[in-house]
């Protein structure tokens, strides 16, 4: 059973940078439709970003496009989000999630695989 283990999170001040990772175990993601997810104390987990398996496209929340870029390298079997411009709003855990079954959405039901999140905290 495919296992997922995210890291790279931290403090950060308003417009910095940070790149997260999700390790990809015991199976390859080329075989899963992947996704960033995330979610603030209070809030709704929130789809961040998607992107199929077999195409190259991937779909961004409004609220993070032209800031965050997801990306797969299949040689390490691991996913990345790189968030740039960042702002106090985008403070959350974030998750990374795969499903082999359903399409790449950014709707958190059709994931059936997660991993346990890292915190993100944008803060002066």
């Known amino acids: 059973q495919l296992q997922l283990v995210e890291s790279g999170g931290g403090l950060v001040q308003p417009g910095g940078s940070l790149t997260l990772s999700c390790v990809a175990s015991r199976d390859s993601l080329d075989f899963y439709n992947i996704a960033w997810f995330r979610q603030a104390p209070g809030k709704e987990r929130e789809g961040v970003s998607c992107l199929g398996r077999l195409d190259d496209h991937i779909d961004y929340a409004d609220s993070v496009k032209g800031r965050f870029t997801m990306s797969r390298d299949t040689a390490k079997n691991t996913m990345f989000l790189q968030l740039n411009g960042l702002k106090p709003e985008d403070t959350a855990v974030y998750f990374c999630?795969?499903?082999?079954?359903?399409?790449?959405?950014?709707?958190?039901?059709?994931?059936?695989?997660w991993g346990q999140g890292t915190q993100v905290t944008v803060s002066s």
């Open positions: 999630a795969a499903t082999a079954v359903t399409l790449a959405t950014l709707n958190s039901a059709s994931y059936d695989y």
